[in-house]
């Protein structure tokens, strides 16, 4: 299993930007499809985007796209998520989470064993 930290969170004002870090231990980690997950008080954790294991395709939930960008740096074990343009409604606890050998467009929760601890962001009016 690939242990994950987060790193990145914090408070800004819409229409600002954040880029979150997660870096990773191991030697899994350059084969893992990661993702990023957030999660709102009251709400089910939702899928954000995810990102193959080279970093060569990208997907996202219609919510975040053309807003956030998903890379990842294999050499330095982290993926970040770029989130600009950023709205009220996109505050949450985000997670990022590997998918150990797994392949394609991953979009549940199940899809993926190992998960960071969270960071908050949280964007004020």
């Known amino acids: 299993q690939v242990q994950l930290v987060e790193s990145g969170g914090g408070v800004v004002q819409a229409g600002g930007s954040l880029r979150l870090s997660c870096a990773g231990s191991?030697?899994?980690?350059?084969?893992?499809?990661m993702g990023w997950f957030r999660q709102a008080p009251g709400e089910e954790r939702e899928f954000v985007g995810g990102?193959?294991?080279?970093?060569?395709?990208?997907y996202y939930v219609d919510s975040v796209k053309g807003r956030f960008t998903i890379s990842r740096d294999n050499d330095k074990n982290t993926v970040y998520l770029q989130m600009n343009s950023l709205k009220p409604e996109d505050t949450a606890v985000y997670y990022c989470?590997?998918?150990?050998?797994?392949?394609?467009?991953?979009?549940?929760?199940?899809?993926?064993?190992?998960w960071g601890q969270g960071t908050q962001v949280t964007v004020s009016s």
């Open positions: 990102i193959s294991w080279r970093g060569d395709s990208s």
């Open positions: 989470a590997a998918a150990l050998l797994r392949t394609g467009v991953l979009t549940r929760r199940q899809d993926y064993a190992s």
């Open positions: 191991g030697r899994t980690f350059s084969i893992s499809t």
